[in-house]
């Protein structure tokens, strides 16, 4: 199984907030709990993450998609491979990462659902 872990700074740095693992269907609405504080997020560290995992992280906590949003999908399995910054737009061999801009989502993630 895999991990997904969250830093406060952008790649992968500064405070680990908190992890989970990649099980399909887990969501979190970070007002509410779980394991990431709310509004601090600003990078993550995937390990070992199946391919064909999509992880979404919103600005919103109910997931709206009018606020940032952003969505990683793992094309290919790594030990270890670090989400730099949630605001921008690149694809890889190992991931595509896809970012829906109003005004920023590093350190504002409200939600986070896995696929």
Request: hydrophobic share 35%; charged share 30%; net charge negative.
């Amino acid at each position: 199984m895999g991990e997904i872990i969250f830093y406060k700074e952008n790649n992968a740095a500064g405070e680990e907030l908190g992890r989970l693992d990649d099980s399909p269907g887990q969501e979190f609405n970070f007002l509410r709990g779980g394991p990431v504080p709310n509004d601090q997020a600003s990078s993550m560290r995937l390990k070992n993450v199946r391919e064909g995992c999509i992880i979404k992280l919103f600005d919103h906590p109910r997931g709206s998609l009018t606020a940032d949003w952003c969505q990683i999908e793992v094309i290919k399995s790594a030990p270890d491979y670090v989400v730099p910054s949630f605001e921008q737009r690149y694809a890889d061999e190992f991931v595509r990462v896809a970012f829906y801009h109003k005004n920023g989502l590093d350190g504002r993630v409200s939600r986070i659902e896995l696929d």
